[in-house]
């Protein structure tokens, strides 16, 4: 007898799920996120010993301390889960928008109105807080979610999956909305990459060997994320402790995420202004420099930058450094090795600036702050499911309206085609 | 020597092109589409000529009498190419349209505007039509585009790039904007499909199969397009008359094409008032019909449908009829064995529409009229690449704005994060 994998069962479960959780009220939807969060609070000890398990199992796996760290919860962790929750609920409900409407020559009346993308399948490693954070956005958003999470952190999630999906359950939220994938070999992530039958969409949150997995095995739909070897150039104009100011807190102010800066690139006008006053800050900001041989004349004691330098997202507090000849050569450089996630621009020219919006091809496009900007809360959304540096679909910051699609409705009495 | 793939070379030269396209005004590529347009008519011979020799290859290969019909030019597809340049080049462009402004609490101004996919791959078989076609679409919305048409269209196919293209460089459009892949051996499909690094976005234009293999083997997001199972359902309260002239024209006027019906579901309570006359003018078109056991009840020379029957888009004059008990039943059905193409309820009760436009999952929903209007030119948008049955980025007919992305583009003074 064939047995159904646990993939294909919560994929039909889903399925099910989200064609009733696309008519489900705001009202509903609201109530299962109060008492979501109400769970959490009543059941943070029983999720924190759970959470312990998987600690323990890490240390004995030699996990490294950033890891175990991200892998950690405690009630103040708990807390910001739920507060998290208590923003969804306030966020107001994309479904049922009407984006357009439009009344035909021979009568026919076309509304387009956005409705949920249908299942949404959330690959993630080892945060045990994605679990609530996605499921949250994807219920608002009208969604039925398949989280499946890391091996490292499967006590904390199935804890918190159960915890939450029973929570949603007495609101009357349609059953298996919200479903974890609790067998985490690597064939379960595989098969949900598959799975285009019950699967609409596919979202990795995570590192970028995650998201290139994902992304190259994937028959799902899927959305790429996070991966940002951002820029910021500063042109011949620019107001220089202003740049100063603002490569500082692109590059220290969190330098472990996707819109931290990791090239600096300098109009040759202003090198010899700029660099040492620059160099000296991030110094003292514990930033190791890679420079090119041009910063090198300037500052021999400066490793050389290799071209791999310029290909790769440090997310951590190494920058590297290159002298170009203007916005011409910036915008060239930045298109060839960067990810198309966020730039920025410091300069007074607004000539200068708007060929730099104009050519260069990333999800935001700065002129005059810092790239850290690029963020679902700082964009206003409100909440973020992560930040997409593909074209299709959604590009920059994904909020609720990111995780929807639209459909037609067409009200016609009799109408027929020539 | 490690030589570079047609492919590859194709690649790198799009996206150079890509680059500059998004910054091409609309005057040039206006400009571009009139000169392509009467490059066509003064090559028109020549290009027959080179249809005649895929004509030729195509009776010896003994190719179907209607792939050899699609496959075939003369004067009067020629210019019916020509008019679809026109109606492109009348279309407003979209790239640059603001989508949305914001003010954040800190200064910043953040704007969303429309920009260009980028580099667009089309991957289509033997219409040579469809070459002219998507070039003008994708230059209209400022993306390169790289064909990839069938090898039975070959010869017609590299007298029209040729064609097309050396019009649109006079025009001053960025060189390599239009490319074809020459070499049609299955090897460049395959590589177009994993060219994640030169194509943005992969639109198969063709029957099933083509799709299903573009959509399983494509490492590049893609669209899928034109699989169309859909429905008509005829509500208990529904006007029969009507009924009657909408089914016979959702099927019969052209049955080859993805927005025919190919089930249709009759309510219980009317079904022994509607089906002998809807049967007799489905006969008199010529239509087989294969029915359910209550189907068969009242005519018993119809033939059995099978569970194949309901999951099968015909795309011929095949008919598939199902009694139902009332709306739920239809939808469940629809739901189940439909392509989220288009299906239409026949009803006066307004509950019933309400219902069925609600919980049918699909791009067009109609009520009192024919699925023959889902269409970007039946719903305005003036020209269509493609009709989407996926829900990511596109759903639906895909007109000039489902060929764009947008960006962000953010103004500060000196903004930081804290």
Chains 1, 2 share one sequence.
């Not at 009202?27 to 109060?34: C, G, M, Q, S």
């Not at 990459?193 to 979202?203: F, H, Q, S, T, W």
């Not at 620019?238 to 100063?244: E, F, G, V």
């Not at 074209?391 to 037609?408: C, D, F, I, N, Q």
């Amino acid at each position: 007898m064939m047995t159904t994998s646990e993939v294909t069962q919560k994929g039909q479960l889903a399925k099910q799920a989200a064609q009733k959780l696309a008519i489900t009220s705001t009202r509903v939807k609201n109530d299962a996120l109060t008492r979501m969060a109400d769970a959490l609070d009543k059941n943070a000890k029983a999720i924190i010993t759970a959470n312990s398990i998987d600690l323990e199992a890490g240390e004995k796996k030699g996990l490294s301390k950033a890891l175990l760290d991200r892998l950690s919860l405690d009630g103040k962790r708990i807390n910001g889960m739920i507060e998290g929750l208590n923003t969804v609920k306030a966020l107001s409900d994309p479904i049922g928008e009407v984006l357009s409407t439009t009344k035909r020559p021979n009568g026919l009346r076309i509304k387009k109105i956005r409705v949920p993308l249908g299942v949404i399948g959330i690959i993630y490693e080892a945060r045990p807080n994605v679990t609530v954070d996605s499921a949250a956005l994807c219920l608002k958003s009208g969604n039925a979610c398949i989280l499946r999470g890391g091996s490292d952190a499967i006590q904390s999630n199935i804890a918190i999956a159960k915890t939450i999906s029973e929570a949603a359950d007495q609101a009357g939220l349609p059953k298996n909305s919200i479903q974890l994938i609790e067998d985490t070999n690597r064939e379960t992530a595989e098969e949900l990459m598959k799975a285009r039958e019950y699967v609409d969409i596919l979202i990795p949150r995570g590192g970028r060997g995650l998201i290139q997995t994902v992304v190259q095995k994937s028959q799902v739909p899927t959305i790429e994320t996070g991966e940002g070897n951002c820029h910021a150039y500063v042109e011949k104009s620019a107001d220089l402790n202003k740049a100063i100011e603002i490569i500082i807190n692109a590059k220290c102010q969190r330098p472990s995420v996707c819109n931290a800066i990791e090239t600096v690139l300098i109009d040759h006008e202003v090198v010899a202004k700029l660099a040492l006053p620059l160099f000296k800050r991030l110094k003292e900001a514990g930033v190791e420099i890679r420079g090119d041989s041009e910063i090198k004349k300037i500052d021999d004691s400066i490793k050389l930058a290799t071209e791999e330098d310029w290909k790769t997202e440090f997310l951590s507090l190494t920058l590297a450094v290159k002298v170009v000849a203007g916005v011409d050569e910036a915008i060239a450089h930045i298109n060839k090795y960067g990810t198309h996630h966020s730039e920025t621009i410091l300069t007074k020219d607004k000539k200068a600036a708007a060929k730099f919006q104009a050519e260069i091809d990333s999800a935001a496009v700065y002129v005059n702050a810092s790239t850290r900007f690029t963020d679902g809360f700082e964009f206003g959304f409100g909440a973020e499911i992560g930040i997409s540096t593909q074209k299709l679909h959604a590009r920059g910051p994904m909020g609720l309206s990111e995780l929807t699609s639209y459909k037609y409705l067409i009200e016609g009495n009799g109408q027929i085609r020539d």
